[in-house]
């Protein structure tokens, strides 16, 4: 029987060699009830995993279903993630200083990787693993370009081609981050595009579709199934890429125990939920064993709101209905979400792990605005320096509006938010936001 106690000395182990951890912790080992199976999108009876081998790695449809506690990191994805991990735990305290509050804002800053977020904690394993099956191209699709760029730079590292199919909005607003994929050696696609049957029936339906994520997926899968030695690639969703990011809050609860010190309130920006939950799985276990600390807070998008208005159901992954069917909070697979700047977040639905916990009550969920999440940015960016990349800056926005409830209840508390990238590819949609030409651009009711 797993107590807390005992949790805790595992997971202290679990530094033994250094500041990056040993092992991935999975919160599966740790839910009351299972997680509800994935459905074959065609049976409707629960996929089995050799299905999921034609799909991705062996290795990672081993991870998804697995229910151990801790996974051991593999050494030679140690010793890449050992070039930029442990990332800095960073004091805000020209922030808190600003807005007069008595908390304490810590932000796990994953900027600081090569490609500017958290999206290479898992690329770099997922190109690991196919590498060694001998696998020799991976294929995604990307929002902003951050999963896409972290993935270009993965399969550089390990020798393998990559395609991206990086959504259309932003594959013309973010052209840098489209160059910085190819320079990394990956053939970038705007999608919706004609190279797969989906994608033309997207246009063919609506010529000047601006695309989104659910959409670019059914392409990227279309693609990979079409060649044996091809595999899709994800960046965000499932439970092995969720457990490959717990590295972020592993590292966070360990950096705050030698500081002695101990989270409040937890906060990370969800898309589909790898770095809110990769940073607050590690303080969700210990909600799940009693704990009433800490709060742990999941901000998304008011434009996009799958959590606080989405439902709780079965639903496509993709927009197509090619990947199986999953439990999660979403707005539908055919929502096609309007062109906010945080391309990122631009997703129908969440994590089942994420929407589990969530429908349990171990965590809370809230929306913020597009123009008071460049507010609070910028803020963040005078006090700080560090300009957050425009999903990031939701985590930011809610982590100030906590400063700032402090402030008002008199209470001094520890809150803690993940930094998950930095935005100096997103310089566009600051300007037109000090111009005063951005716009809300919520979900009505
Ligand atoms: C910087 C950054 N943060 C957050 C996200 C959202 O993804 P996830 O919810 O998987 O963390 C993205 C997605 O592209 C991103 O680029």
């Not at 020799?136 to 929002?143: A, D, I, S, Y």
């Not at 709101?305 to 639903?315: I, M």
Request: hydrophobic share 40%; aromatic share 8%.
């Amino acid at each position: 029987m797993t107590t807390r106690k005992n949790l805790f000395m595992k997971q202290s182990r679990n530094h033994k060699a250094g500041d990056l951890p040993l092992h991935w912790y999975n919160l599966q080992a740790d839910l009351q009830t299972p997680l509800p199976p994935m459905l074959h999108p065609v049976r409707g009876n629960p996929v089995e995993s050799r299905e999921l081998t034609k799909v991705f790695p062996l290795a990672l449809v081993h991870q998804e279903f697995s229910t151990e506690r801790f996974l051991e990191i593999p050494p030679a994805v140690r010793e890449v993630l050992g070039s930029w991990r442990p990332t800095p735990l960073v004091r805000a305290s020209r922030l808190e200083k600003l807005l007069e509050t008595p908390a304490r804002i810590f932000y796990k800053y994953e900027g600081s990787s090569p490609t500017g977020s958290h999206k290479p904690n898992t690329a770099v394993v997922q190109a690991y693993y196919a590498r060694k099956q001998g696998i020799t191209r991976l294929v995604t699709e990307t929002g902003a370009g951050q999963w896409g760029s972290a993935l270009a730079m993965a399969c550089s590292f390990f020798n393998l081609q990559c395609k991206v199919y990086m959504v259309k909005v932003s594959h013309d607003q973010k052209p840098y981050r489209r160059m910085l994929m190819q320079v990394w050696g990956a053939d970038v696609i705007s999608s919706p595009s004609r190279l797969t049957g989906s994608g033309r029936k997207i246009l063919r339906q609506d010529p000047a579709c601006p695309g989104s994520l659910g959409i670019a997926m059914s392409e990227a899968l279309e693609d990979a199934a079409a060649s044996r030695s091809a595999r899709y690639s994800v960046g965000s969703g499932l439970n092995h890429v969720i457990m490959h990011q717990t590295v972020i809050g592993l590292e966070a609860k360990h950096q705050l125990d030698r500081a002695d010190l101990q989270a409040d309130v937890v906060i990370g920006c969800v898309g589909g939920g790898s770095n809110f939950a990769g940073l607050s799985f590690p303080f969700a276990c210990d909600r799940l064993l009693g704990s009433k600390k800490p709060r742990i807070l999941a901000v998304e998008p008011a434009a996009c709101p799958s959590l606080t208005r989405g439902t709780y159901q079965y639903d496509f992954a993709d927009t197509a209905g090619l990947m199986p069917r999953v439990k999660m909070y979403t707005l539908g697979h055919t929502f096609v979400p309007p062109p906010l700047h945080a391309g990122g977040l631009r997703y129908h639905g969440v994590a089942p792990l994420v929407s589990k916990v969530l429908d349990e009550g171990i965590i809370e969920a809230t929306a913020v605005s597009q123009r008071e999440t460049f507010k609070a940015a910028v803020q963040f960016a005078r006090a700080e320096g560090i300009l957050p990349a425009p999903e990031s800056a939701h985590a930011v926005c809610a982590a100030t509006k906590e400063a700032l409830r402090c402030k008002k209840e008199r209470r001094t508390q520890n809150i803690l938010f993940c930094l998950s990238g930095h935005g100096y590819f997103d310089l566009a949609a600051y300007e037109a936001f000090l111009e005063g030409k951005l716009a809300d651009c919520d979900r009505r009711k």
